[in-house]
């Protein structure tokens, strides 16, 4: 770790043990996605964010973020994304948007919402084969198994950590941020313990990604 502080403001690395890691350790480590492959990422926080740096770390082809934030939305065109949805705005279904952009369906879909019709729209968007992973904290989810999944030979994942094993993957995600692969600072915003108040509001009215309190 010493040689990592003369690199990196430590006051930036504590959110890659959890979020990050997950969203990122979620295409790193569970899909393995393949270069030139297609994914969708619905919510635009600090684990979905991560997500679409990871994708692009892995070549993905098309990488579309759904949320309902506009300036989180732009972020994410910023870190990576080919294309973004506002399901706030949108006229259509999730799963229509997602077929107007790739018509025969997407390889992978990630849900950080937890927020169960976006998670059926996102399924329902998987090309034959197709796999979708559950990241958020979710509640109650009805479907027809033999419709929905074995139809088409889909899968629905529940997936803790990003599948990581944080004492190798943190010091990864460490190494591609320095070679400027994973710029993760652009999520954190750094707030004096004095100043806690206006982190946690900048949390709840979706300004900052991730606030960090600093105790210096």
């Excluded at 990122?24 to 393949?34: M, P, R």
């Excluded at 018509?103 to 950080?112: A, C, F, L, M």
């Excluded at 400027?180 to 900052?208: E, H, R, T």
Aim: aromatic share 6%; proline share 4%; hydrophobic share 45%.
């Amino acid at each position: 770790m010493s040689r990592l502080t003369r690199v990196v403001d430590l006051h930036l690395l504590g959110p890659l043990a959890c979020g990050l890691q997950t969203g990122a350790g979620t295409v790193l480590n569970y899909l393995k996605s393949e270069f030139a492959s297609s994914i969708v990422i619905a919510g635009a926080g600090g684990v979905g964010l991560a997500a679409v740096m990871a994708a692009k770390i892995s070549n993905c082809q098309n990488i579309i973020v759904i949320d309902i934030y506009a300036n989180r939305l732009e972020l994410a065109k910023e870190l990576g994304a080919t294309a973004v949805i506002n399901s706030k705005n949108i006229e259509i279904s999730v799963e229509e948007a997602i077929r107007s952009l790739v018509p025969e369906g997407v390889d992978y879909s990630i849900d950080t919402t937890g927020y169960s019709p976006i998670i059926k729209e996102m399924l329902h968007a998987l090309r034959p084969s197709g796999t979708e992973v559950i990241i958020g904290m979710t509640g109650e989810l009805t479907l027809s198994v033999q419709e929905e999944l074995m139809q088409d030979s889909k899968k629905l994942i529940g997936l803790v950590e990003g599948d990581s094993i944080p004492q190798l993957f943190i010091p990864k995600l460490v190494e591609y941020y320095k070679a400027g692969l994973f710029p993760f600072d652009k999520l954190i915003k750094l707030y004096p313990f004095q100043d806690v108040q206006k982190a946690i509001d900048a949390m709840l009215d979706g300004s900052v990604i991730k606030p960090i309190v600093t105790m210096d």
